[in-house]
């Protein structure tokens, strides 16, 4: 059992963060996920896109906390695909408890209100209510949120640690593959055969909303909102201001 103090936003000291090495199997990831679980208990909680690192990190959860709690943005724009891979995660792990959350508008209301294709005039607002209020919803009821980053997905990630204060959300965020690259993750989806979005064989490397996901041939965010100068969907940055915290 872990001799840890308790590790909340309010408390946060550096100096309490347990060291986990990377040179792990796993690297780092398995015991960086017993720690949580051990600290953080059902106060934790996997907000899970179901890309491939979602495969990859599902299947470590499942030997750590396989009644795990997952959560899902469900932004009512995803591709089929997406949905096709929840079903097939869930038949894989039954024990796990996966919830979809919703945003406040549908598309449609949404349409009404703020005109058609948001996302083409306003991602940041669309992301903003389709995906980062719900989340912060969410996150009000839990002291920790686990995500899947790697520090090789973009520039935005490069300095990612294991466990981090989130000024966003105010909060603690675990991140355990954060040494992991691409290789190591499809290696492990391989291995494991374990289920994943079809998209991924079809170039698209990361994969959230359809109308904002394309098809390229790089192993990065390339294909997340071209031409609109946007990397993030804003769960991963800070507040610009005091009125988005
Ligand atoms: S990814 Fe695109 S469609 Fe999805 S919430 Fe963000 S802007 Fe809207």
Redesign the pocket.
Known sequence: MWDVENLLYSTFKEENIPIFSEASKEKGAHAVLEWAYAQYGDQLLYACSFGVEGSVLLHLLSQVKPDAKVLFLD?G?HFKETYETIEKTKERYPLLRIEKKLPSLTVEEQSAQHGPE??KSN?DY??QM??VKPLEEELQKVDAWLSGLRREQSSTRQNVQFVNKDDRFQLIKICPLIHWTWDDIWAHVRKHDLPYNSLHDFDYPSI??E??TKAVTTNSRDGR?QGQGKLE?GLHLAPKNKEEA
Do not use: E, I, Q, V
Request: aromatic residues 14%; contains cysteine.
């Open positions: 932004t724009l948001l996302w991602p669309c992301c389709r995906k959230g909303c109308p904002c909102w969907c």
